[in-house]
T-cell receptor, first 113, second 117 residues
């Protein structure tokens, strides 16, 4: 089955710096989504990018998708200490139906004040 | 926005007992709910897909008799861990998808930390 992979596994930066996380996947997708998880909590949806889109913005978030390379990146600009969390990409594969997502391994982001 | 409530947030039980976890969609109808298990510092592992009014679809390697799923209404799915053992200790998270919605994000509960002693 498809398994997303993310890198880096952990990222530590200073407040104000930008954070970039990458995600790779293996099958054809309908869309790719990014989620955030604070420690011990559920996941919060951040942004969804469809397979026919290449870039999407939402506030300080910028997501790119390259379906030829089967990869995506999440950029958080002007990071804040409150951005500290785990970030997961998730793919909605064409071979499956109905919002069944496959999650990557996640990137643990630490933003130091 | 759409809200999914998961209860309890934490539970400690003794080996051999059963534990029920509830997942409710508070302001929308969820024809499909998903149950995940997450180990520390790891990704979410899909356990099963719960469909309202029908049997759940379990992922390979997940024991359906151990992890009983019931989705009796459009707003409630339950996961019962039967005859729990210490190795069942984990973080369980549910998510819900709305009716007739494809290509849409999932809404997650806040998870249940299960500790089996």
């Amino acid at each position: 089955s498809q398994q997303g992979e993310e890198d880096p596994q952990a990222l530590s930066i200073q407040e104000g710096e930008n954070a970039t996380m990458n995600c790779s996947y293996k099958t054809s997708i309908n869309n790719l989504q990014w989620y955030r998880q604070n420690s011990g909590r559920g996941l919060v949806h951040l942004i969804l990018i469809r397979s026919n889109e290449r870039e999407k913005h939402s506030g300080r978030l910028r997501v790119t998708l390259d379906t030829s390379k089967k990869s995506s990146s999440l950029l958080i600009t002007a990071s804040r200490a409150a951005d500290t969390a785990s970030y997961f990409c998730a793919t909605d594969a064409k071979e499956t139906s109905g919002s069944r997502l496959t999650f990557g391994e996640g990137t643990q982001l630490t933003v130091n004040p | 926005g759409a809200v999914v409530s998961q209860h309890p947030s934490r539970v400690i039980c003794k080996s051999g007992t059963s534990v029920k976890i509830e997942c409710r969609s508070l302001d929308f109808q969820a024809t499909t709910m998903f149950w995940y298990r997450q180990f520390p510092k790891k990704s979410l592992m899909l356990m099963a897909t719960s469909n309202e009014g029908s049997k759940a679809t379990y992922e390979q390697g997940v024991e359906k008799d151990k992890f009983l799923i019931n989705h009796a209404s459009l707003t409630l799915s339950t996961l019962t861990v039967t005859s729990a053992h210490p190795e069942d200790s984990s973080f369980y998270i549910c998510s819900a998808a709305g009716t007739g919605i494809n290509n849409s994000p999932l809404h997650f509960g806040n998870g249940t930390r299960l500790t089996v002693t």
